[in-house]
Nanobody
């Protein structure tokens, strides 16, 4: 059974940093992408970042570009999201996604087959 478990969420002040981690078990994703999405209250799930199978290609939503960094550790079967200069509008539940195959010009939730349960990130003073 495939499981993705996120950790690292919490409450942080504007301008602060958080590092999210996602540990995958049940299978490896050596030949496919992994990514992060988020969903704020009353909004649809949106793409945040993705990283390809060999970590050579990363993609970011315009809203997080320059502030967030995605990375993966293939031997450990993990993916991380370093979030700096956090803003209140970054508040959302963040979801880890795995086994991504890009089918369009932009990454979409439907490109990923496996999902974590999510971790809450709240940016507030």
């Amino acid at each position: 059974q495939v499981r993705l478990v996120e950790s690292g969420g919490g409450l942080v002040q504007p301008g602060g940093s958080l590092r999210l981690a996602c540990a995958a078990s049940g299978r490896t994703f050596d030949t496919s992408a992994m990514g992060w999405f988020r969903q704020a209250p009353g909004k649809e799930r949106e793409f945040v970042a993705a990283i390809n199978w060999n970590s050579m290609i990363t993609s970011y939503a315009d809203s997080v570009k320059g502030r967030f960094t995605i990375s993966r550790d293939k031997p450990k079967n993990t993916v991380a999201l370093q979030m700096n200069s956090l803003k209140p509008e970054d508040t959302a539940i963040y979801y880890c996604a795995a086994d991504g195959v890009k089918r369009g010009y932009y990454w979409a939730a439907s490109d990923f087959d496996f999902w974590g349960q999510g971790t809450q990130v709240t940016v507030s003073s």
